[in-house]
């Protein structure tokens, strides 16, 4: 995210909000250091590093690592009206130390009927994840969510304003809420580059508002790196979604997200990006203690002119994930399984890329007690990634990634 104006407005967002002076409620500050002890088996360079793996480290930076250093803030400005902002730090070479990923306004009006209006201006991730739900936008369940999740950590900030409206059920005697939400957002041109680029991936790294990547396959050499929130074609993109919350504990939501890209558009570094998915996915509360989600997404990115406008290279790309977690007290196990798969629809003349790969994965976490938590987690990702063959790699593989996490909080 290049624009100074942007840049100028997040910060001021933060400052006012850090020191706004709301007596009635509490201004909530959590920090979380998480050290890692990891051990990878894979003969790729990780994507943090460049290189075309999916995982977060790769052989040559295992070991003890930082995962993260997460500082959180939110309370109130008035009694409506709220403040957030969540900041990174993850060792991987980025190029600030520590960087926003969040950082928002929201606005809950008294309700007067059984209609509840919610609103957001500001970078927040848009409403697609049924297991980033800890604080922080972390997984609940895991050390890294899934490759849908993942890649909405990656790729994805709405950076604009968001409305939803809830029809609470308890008024009408109805066991269940409904809500709708939509969004109009800017600065997500760049977003597509990656999954075209390198395929889904399965790791618990956030892109920062003002980071970078390296970038896997580098066709120009003055261009090295993805800057992924940025505006380029000055097109206001959107998503719409609905949801059905049960007081049981289950959740259904729908969701369509279209950034509204003009493939034509280029600023120098990146192109815009056309990039449009849908989602579907469902939270079951089950007894004994056990919770089950699976969601599905599936679309498409184009870049480059084209008389249709859908892009010159269009890459058709879908995910989806069923997850069984059972928690119990201070423990929580998990399974979960992913599959993943692209493929190029148009343009494999010039850039001929795809992606058919499934992954396991099983976590178990720890709390020691409200400040201390223990985790560990083993990723296997079995598949193929023909990009690889431009680098002159094993298209196909497996990689293996063990983890084990003390995380304090406080």
Excluded: C
């Excluded at 972390?138 to 790729?155: D, K, M």
């Excluded at 729908?254 to 469902?282: C, K």
């Excluded at 993943?340 to 343009?347: I, V, W, Y």
Aim: glycine letters at 10%; aromatic letters at 12%; charged letters at 20%.
């Amino acid at each position: 995210m290049r624009s100074p104006g942007l840049a100028v407005a997040l910060t001021m967002l933060w400052t006012s909000a850090a020191f706004a002076d709301a007596a009635a409620e509490t201004h909530v500050f959590t920090a979380q250091l998480d050290l890692r002890m990891v051990a990878i088996d894979s003969p790729y360079a990780s994507f943090a590093e460049g290189g075309l793996g999916l995982l977060r480290y790769d052989e040559a930076h295992d070991g003890l690592r930082l995962g993260s250093l997460m500082l959180d803030v939110t309370g109130p400005i008035t009694e409506t009206l709220r403040y957030a902002a969540t900041a990174y730090a993850t060792g991987d070479g980025d190029q600030n130390p520590i960087d926003l990923t969040e950082a928002y306004l929201e606005w809950r009006p008294y309700p007067h009927n059984s209609l509840r209006w919610r609103t957001r201006i500001g970078a927040f991730y848009p409403a697609v994840s049924l297991e980033n739900r800890a604080v922080g936008w972390q997984s609940l369940y895991s050390i890294s969510p899934s490759a849908i999740n993942t890649w909405l950590g990656e790729e994805f900030r709405t950076i604009g304003v968001e409305t939803s409206m809830t029809l609470a059920g308890a008024t009408a005697g109805r066991s269940f809420d409904v809500n709708v939400f939509g969004a109009l957002y800017g600065w997500n041109d760049p977003a597509g580059v990656l999954i075209f680029q390198r395929g889904w991936a399965i790791h618990d790294r956030q892109s920062p508002l003002f980071g970078a990547l390296p970038r896997p396959i580098v066709r120009d050499p003055n261009i090295r790196d993805i800057e992924f929130f940025d505006e380029v074609d000055d097109r206001v993109g959107y998503y719409a979604g609905a949801e059905v919350k049960w007081t049981a504990g289950h959740v259904a939501r729908i969701f369509h997200y279209d950034n509204r890209g003009d493939v034509t558009a280029m600023d120098g570094r990146e192109p815009t990006w056309l990039t449009r998915f849908d989602a579907l996915g469902v939270r079951l509360e089950l007894p004994a203690d056990f919770t089950l989600i699976t969601q599905y997404l599936d679309g498409e990115t184009g870049v480059g002119p084209s008389p249709d406008g859908r892009g010159m290279l269009v890459t058709d790309y879908s995910a989806w994930f069923a997850l069984l977690s059972y928690g119990n007290g201070p423990h929580r196990a998990t399974i979960r399984y992913d599959r993943m798969n692209t493929d190029t629809a148009r343009g494999a003349q010039f850039f001929n890329g795809a992606q058919d790969a499934h992954a396991w994965t099983a976590a178990y976490l720890f709390d020691l007690s409200s400040h201390w938590q223990l985790g560990t987690e083993a990723v296997v990702i079995d598949g193929s990634l023909l990009q690889r063959a431009r680098l002159g790699e094993p298209v196909s593989s497996s990689e293996k990634q063990l983890q084990f996490a003390v995380r304090y909080t406080f």
